[in-house]
């Protein structure tokens, strides 16, 4: 029988149909290629630097870049405001889609992830995060920074060297808004005392105690498939160090973490194979003080959506996050 699971992120139910034993190898490794003009070499390799706007951020090692940040040439959002909304007649509004939109280079090789990242360039990757949200926030039409890398052409990717994207938008996105809220409620529920009421220091704390939804535990990070997981081999990448702002971490803590998606996916990519996914990261809108701790949302594309998802936002899982975890654990 199917279960229903409530996300307290995000307030959402999901369903979790393992009915029928799905083994990795049934899911499909290869991935799409994407798509690239033979009459036009990648934008984001070494020498190809003029083909970008001007490095917003170099990141370098011995005279040569590791890390670029380059301002998106067709930004989804861009100008610095103010947001004005106009109402057109009795049901439209529009206004100027302000903000900021970056790219992330994540390497200078053209062939390889965040899962090949040595220790140094995660550092310097999650280095660049940082400096960028920080930098996002001094904008005062920015309300929120969303940091996302896409990897393969089925989570979205447009070019094959491994980047990733930062925009700064004026407004708080209703998924954020959902996390926030969820966040609120805990605290408002959960009985005073304790470790200060947080609802991911609470799902730290349980899922050690539990176990067998871990994936990975280092000291400073603990990455799980979490109990609530929409889709077969997600995982939920959380620091231990309680901080609101990714921002406002302590530079160990951002590094183990960039190390803990790299193991992540690793680890996915070893079960799998290459698939596409999505990094998500989530972190409190700027200058925001309310309940909140920074985390890494790893969804692998590795089934689509069908019409029930779409029209319901109910999404339907075929591994449990049980039997993901185990597996992704031995690997
Ligand atoms: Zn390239
Ligand atoms: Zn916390
Ligand atoms: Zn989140």
């Known amino acids: 029988m199917s279960q229903l699971r409530f996300d307290p992120l995000t307030g959402r139910w999901v369903t979790v149909a393992a009915e029928r034993a799905t083994r990795p190898a049934d899911f499909d490794p290869r991935r799409l290629a994407v798509e690239t003009g033979p009459d036009r070499p990648c934008p984001f390799c070494p020498g190809h630097e003029e083909d970008t706007l001007p490095a917003l951020e170099t990141y370098s090692h011995d005279g040569s870049w590791l890390v670029r940040?380059?301002?998106?040439?067709?930004?989804?959002?861009?100008?610095?405001?103010?947001?004005?909304?106009?109402?057109?007649?009795?049901?439209?509004?529009?206004?100027?889609?302000?903000?900021?939109?970056?790219?992330?280079?994540?390497?200078?090789?053209?062939?390889?992830?965040w899962a090949d990242l040595g220790d140094k360039e995660v550092g310097l990757v999650m280095a660049a995060i940082r400096d960028r949200v920080e930098d996002h926030s001094r904008h005062s039409v920015v309300r929120y920074t969303q940091t996302i890398v896409n990897h393969g052409r089925e989570a979205g990717a447009s070019l094959e060297h491994p980047h990733g994207q930062l925009l700064g938008i004026p407004f708080v996105p209703p998924e954020l808004e959902d996390e926030q809220q969820g966040f609120a409620r805990f605290a408002a529920t959960a009985d005073a005392g304790d470790h200060g009421r947080c609802l991911l220091c609470d799902v730290v704390a349980i899922e050690r105690e539990a176990k067998h939804r871990v994936v990975l535990d280092t000291d400073r990070v603990l990455v799980v498939c979490p109990f609530w997981s929409g889709s077969p081999y997600e995982m939920l990448v959380m620091p231990v160090g309680h901080e609101r702002h990714l921002a406002e971490a302590a530079p160990a803590d951002l590094v183990a973490t960039g190390r803990a998606v790299r193991d992540g996916l690793a680890r996915l990519r070893a079960l799998v194979g290459d698939v596409s996914y999505n990094i998500v990261f989530h972190t409190a809108p700027h200058h925001d003080d309310g309940a909140f701790h920074w985390h890494v949302h790893l969804v692998p594309r590795i089934t689509s959506s069908a019409g029930f998802e779409q029209g319901t936002g109910v999404r339907i899982n075929i591994v449990a996050p049980e039997l993901a975890a185990e597996q992704l654990r031995v690997m």
Do not use: R
């Open 69 to 113: 940040v380059v301002p998106n040439l067709y930004p989804a959002f861009s100008g610095s405001g103010p947001l004005e909304v106009a109402h057109i007649g009795p049901v439209f509004e529009q206004a100027a889609g302000v903000g900021i939109h970056e790219v992330l280079v994540l390497a200078p090789d053209h062939d390889i992830g």
